[in-house]
């Protein structure tokens, strides 16, 4: 039977991986047993999945981006180049700590963005929409629509579902509302959520 994705000839795809159909990974880029890629995804040059790994559709890493055992990447995520997950807090490697008991979740939600060169501490979740700005360290977890930025990352701002940073302002005596300049998408923020109308 044909496949239905593109694995280039110098990538290597374990035993018991689940690709769909549209996927296209490339140059020198691993792929370890039991991981599960959705469709149409872009793996860059030299990109590691690691086992169990599960990635949703749609989703670009760019190279030279580990995905470990323990990262979760839902529909539409962007990996900026040789940006950095981690999967144990205290790493140790005189006393290894290989397997799930391990293990930190750590989950990037719908179309979140995160720039070339951010770290991702594990054990957090990096809301859907949000945008991690290039060279950030996430050490908390980062709330829907959040652009954060610095070491440690901090919020900055709030972007539409399109990619713009919103222009907040104050409409009561907690809540805030943008508009988004480029595609129109109403949101309301009251502390540090943001919701679209």
Not at 14 to 42: A, L, M, P, R, Y
Not at 100 to 126: D, H, R
């Amino acid at each position: 039977m044909e496949k239905k994705y593109f694995v280039h000839e110098s990538a290597y795809v374990d035993d018991n991986v689940t690709i769909d159909e549209g996927t296209k990974i490339w140059h020198f880029s691993h792929v370890q047993t039991g991981s599960v890629i959705g469709k149409n995804c872009s793996l860059g040059q030299n990109v590691n999945v690691g086992n169990n790994v599960k990635i949703g559709n749609n989703v670009k890493i760019q190279n030279n981006v580990s995905v470990y055992e323990g990262v979760e990447l839902e529909d539409y995520v962007f990996c900026g180049p040789s940006m950095v997950f981690t999967n144990i807090m205290n790493p140790r490697s005189e006393f290894p700590q290989r397997g799930t008991e391990f293990y930190l979740k750590t989950i990037v939600k719908k179309s979140a963005s995160l720039g070339a060169n951010s770290t991702i501490v594990c054990g957090n979740t990096i809301g859907k929409y949000a945008l991690v700005g290039a060279g950030s360290v996430v050490t908390t977890d980062v709330p829907d629509y959040a652009m954060v930025v610095g070491t440690p990352a901090q919020i900055k701002g709030w972007m539409c579902a399109c990619g713009q940073k919103l222009s907040l302002s104050r409409t009561g005596d907690k809540e805030e509302s943008a508009t988004c300049q480029k595609c129109g998408r109403e949101y309301k923020k009251e502390g540090n959520k943001v919701e679209q109308i």
